[in-house]
């Protein structure tokens, strides 16, 4: 949780979590959604020694946990490992860089749909109908992902629905023109 001690950093190996921030003004931003695969709490590396963001489970999840020891041990046993973890941290790095560009972006529609596209490239599945978001995100998710105010959000939605760009069925988005591989 934001403000405790870091003392281990997980590896996801099942599920989905999201990770947020309480704001001062006490609101929640959410910052990003990591899938199985991916580390939560790599920053227990740095010098401030507690974790700057909260995380939660979106659905059942497993994770492993490692000590900053035991990791290190792990790393020197296995470089490969280490290799990777730099390749996800540098894959973050850009598209954080993205998602700040995409901020300069005026259009709230255009930066949604660039939102609901990143989500899907990382978090969708193939159907016949197009990439299917595999967990419901609500507006207020995806505000903050966007960082547009939720009333703004529910509008954008619907434009992009009048436009064909996603569809809304049973609690999932569907991007039908978003091919994944």
């Not at 695969?37 to 920053?43: I, K, L, Q, S």
Request: with cysteine; proline share 3%; charged share 25%.
């Amino acid at each position: 949780m934001q403000g405790d001690p870091t003392d281990e950093m997980f590896l996801i190996k099942g599920g989905r979590v999201k990770l947020s921030k309480v704001l001062n003004d006490g609101s929640e931003l959410t910052l990003d959604i990591r899938k199985a695969g991916d580390f939560v709490g790599e920053n227990m590396f740095s010098e401030e020694g507690q974790y700057p963001v909260s995380a939660y489970c979106l659905e059942d999840t497993l994770t492993c946990g490692f000590s900053r020891s035991q990791f290190e041990e792990l790393v020197l046993q296995h470089p490969k490992v280490g290799l990777q973890i730099i390749k996800n941290l540098s894959e973050r790095i850009t598209w954080l860089t993205m998602r700040v560009g995409s901020l300069a972006v005026t259009n709230i529609e255009d930066r949604l749909y660039d939102v609901l596209t990143s989500v899907a490239k990382e978090h969708g599945a193939v159907s016949p109908q197009g990439t299917v978001i595999q967990f419901p995100l609500t507006h207020e998710d995806l505000s903050f992902l966007t960082g547009a105010h939720r009333v703004s959000i529910t509008r954008a939605m619907k434009a992009l629905k009048a436009a064909g760009k996603i569809i809304h069925e049973d609690k999932q988005l569907i991007l039908p023109t978003l091919k994944i591989a």
